[in-house]
């Protein structure tokens, strides 16, 4: 049996918080505003996840209100997520996640995101698809007052 998950986050880009993707620190004068460390990439996938098996969403299981969560590195979350895959008895058969940035150039980052996903997934990097693009001056992602991600899954029964 197979289930199907989709998900998308979006954070607003402010001075003063590290831009973090995939796990990744980039070097960039910008990041994410958020309760967590705001990593979009790990929210839209953690999130596809949760509504892959009906579990509600990230909000549910990791409060915004919850002060102990303040600054969470979000593959925690993730670690949190996948466990409760795991305790229905998937697996992930594959993720296909797509970034969108106007600047900083994320292409340098992307197998390093790839292999931080499939070693929490403890899956292959095959089963891991991670693109960018920008939203070609368009909007506040366009603008780059904003960074998102969305993000497809097909988790398999074990």
Known sequence: MYRVGFSKDIHRLVSGRPLIL????????????????GDVVYHAIGESILGALAL????????PEDESLKNIDSALIMKKVISLMKEKGYELSNVDVHIVLEKPRLAPYISEMRKNVAELFASEISNVSITVGTNEGVGDVGLNKAVEAVSVILLKKV
């Open 56 to 63: 509600g969403d990230l909000g549910h299981h990791f409060p």
């Open 22 to 37: 995939g796990g990744i620190h980039i070097p960039f004068h910008l990041g994410e505003d958020a309760h967590s460390d």
